[in-house]
């Protein structure tokens, strides 16, 4: 019975070695979030007015798809889920390098973009301080 005991802790030990592991995993990425918000802030304002290149286009996709996955896979899933829904309204319309939308549309997208980075704000909240969100854009309704 001694042996099956020792195991168990052993198990419980890495049990709780993987959550630390986990839970830091989780905190740095909590720290990365106000970067990503940093980088897609203004790459949302080109790409909105059709002014970013096809490799800005690249990165802001790029970046809006592993918010969707990787958040929900470190516990934030407000973000993958917001991320995600961003990510579907975006990839329905060709916005990049030249592409363009109704105004309803690109108000809806806008909206949908600041809920994604006011997400990504509340997740930061008790790491940092807020970056500044996407903010309405004058010929937004």
Not at 32 to 56: F, V
Not at 84 to 99: H, I, S, W
Request: proline share 4%.
């Amino acid at each position: 019975m001694g042996n099956i005991d020792s195991e168990w802790d052993a198990l419980m030990e890495l049990k709780d070695s993987i959550k630390a592991i986990l839970e830091e995993m989780k905190a740095e990425y909590a720290t990365s979030l106000p970067g990503k918000i940093s980088l897609l802030t203004p790459l949302w304002a080109l790409i909105r007015k059709n002014q970013a290149t096809k490799e800005q286009v690249e990165t802001f996709f790029k970046t809006i798809h592993h918010l969707s996955g990787t958040a929900g896979t470190l516990g934030f899933p407000e973000i993958s889920e917001t991320s995600k829904e961003f990510e579907n309204k975006f990839l329905a319309v060709d916005l990049g390098c030249g592409g363009s939308v109704g105004p309803s549309y690109l108000a809806d997208l806008d909206q949908s973009f600041r809920s994604l980075t006011e997400t990504l704000n509340q997740a930061t909240s008790s790491t940092s301080e807020p970056v500044a969100s996407g903010e309405k854009h004058e010929d937004t309704p």
